[in-house]
């Protein structure tokens, strides 16, 4: 199975974004309040889920999220300088 890209990431999310409005019974909209707000209510998850179960902080899963991110944008950079 291949690595998905960073569109396929993108997809999965907006997938994920539009669930996260529908179950909120919203209008879908892709603002940034949007995404904010996924982002927050995923960290409340994880506060009150995995805190619970692994003693796991949210704030960093933040950052491994972003430690992540970044390294995904890399490698993408560097597959097009080749």
Same mark, same amino acid.
């Given at each position: ?39 927050? !209510? =995923? $960290?409340?998850? +994880?506060?009150? *889920? ?9 704030? !960093? =899963? $933040?950052?491994? +999220?972003?430690? *992540? ?14």
């Amino acid at each position: 199975m291949r690595e998905p890209t960073n569109n396929d990431r993108a997809k999965h999310a907006e997938r994920a974004l539009i669930a996260f409005q529908e179950a909120k019974k919203e209008v879908i909209e892709m603002t940034e309040d949007e995404v904010v707000d996924l982002i927050a !209510d =995923l $960290l409340h998850f +994880a506060n009150i *889920h995995l805190k619970t179960l692994y003693g796991t902080n949210p704030i !960093d =899963l $933040l950052s491994s +999220a972003k430690m *992540h991110f970044e390294l995904e944008t890399m490698k993408a950079i560097k597959r097009k300088v080749k």
